[in-house]
T-cell receptor, first 111, second 112 residues
Framework: SQQGEEDPQALSIQEGENATMNCSYK?????LQWYRQNSGRGLVHLIL?????REKHSGRLRVTLDTSKKSSSLLITASRAADTASYFC???????????FGQGTRLTINP | DAEITQSPRHKITETGRQVTLACHQT?????MFWYRQDLGHGLRLIHY???????NKGEVSDGYSVSRSNTEDLPLTLESAASSQTSVYFC???????????FGPGTRLLVL
């Protein structure tokens, strides 16, 4: 089964609102990464949070990691139409030594 | 600037034909990966390589093969294309197994 599972599968909000996406995983990780995919394009790396970190910021992005709950969240503040995309989390598993992608959250920002 | 490219970007083929998708990176990364992306399944790992002459099977490797003769290239071969292999294929590379993966633009493959 997929290790990185995003929730919700789809999210639609108004421009200017904040968007929160969640990710759960099952086993120990080295780090957890978030990627964005615009329609018809390849994935683009957004942010990496290491297993010993709890929170990380990058511009309007805020990522949290709770290793005790095996979960992470991605917050996009003050959303823009250009944020419309699919967002994937990818835990880097200690055992597997590779990333495992979930099915993603489809985010739609309405003008 | 370093980059990762895939070719062709679009391909239509018939069942039973052999197809090779190319992936080329100029990052000088040791690790390279092939994924397929289908609705309802997200990204699934087909094959990966941690260096020259190293190849490993991913979760959906049946019907696919790869070879790594140099650092820059990891071609993906469909030995005998099947309609179930209609998909979008992405190649990626990374410096180490734990670091950021850089993705190519993808190849849309249609098997008729």
């Amino acid at each position: 089964s997929q290790q990185g599972e995003e929730d919700p599968q789809a999210l639609s909000i108004q421009e200017g609102e904040n968007a929160t996406m969640n990710c759960s995983y099952k086993t120990s990780i080295n780090n957890l990464q978030w990627y964005r995919q615009n329609s018809g394009r390849g994935l683009v790396h957004l942010i990496l949070i290491r297993s010993n970190e709890r929170e990380k910021h990058s511009g309007r992005l805020r990522v949290t990691l709770d290793t005790s709950k095996k979960s992470s969240s991605l917050l996009i503040t003050a959303s823009r139409a250009a944020d419309t995309a699919s967002y994937f989390c990818a835990p880097s598993l200690v055992r597997a030594q590779k990333l495992v992608f979930g099915q993603g959250t489809r985010l739609t920002i309405n003008p | 600037d370093a980059e990762i490219t895939q070719s062709p970007r679009h391909k239509i083929t018939e069942t039973g034909r052999q197809v090779t998708l190319a992936c080329h990176q100029t990052w000088n990364h040791n690790n390279m990966f092939w994924y397929r992306q289908d609705l309802g399944h997200g990204l699934r790992l087909i094959h990966y390589s941690y260096g020259v002459h190293d190849t490993n099977k991913g979760e959906v490797s049946d019907g696919y093969s790869v070879s790594r003769s140099n650092t820059e290239d990891l071609p993906l071969t469909l030995e005998s294309a099947a309609s179930s292999q209609t998909s979008v294929y992405f190649c990626a590379s990374s410096k180490t197994t734990q670091e950021t993966q850089y993705f190519g633009p993808g190849t849309r493959l249609l098997v008729l």
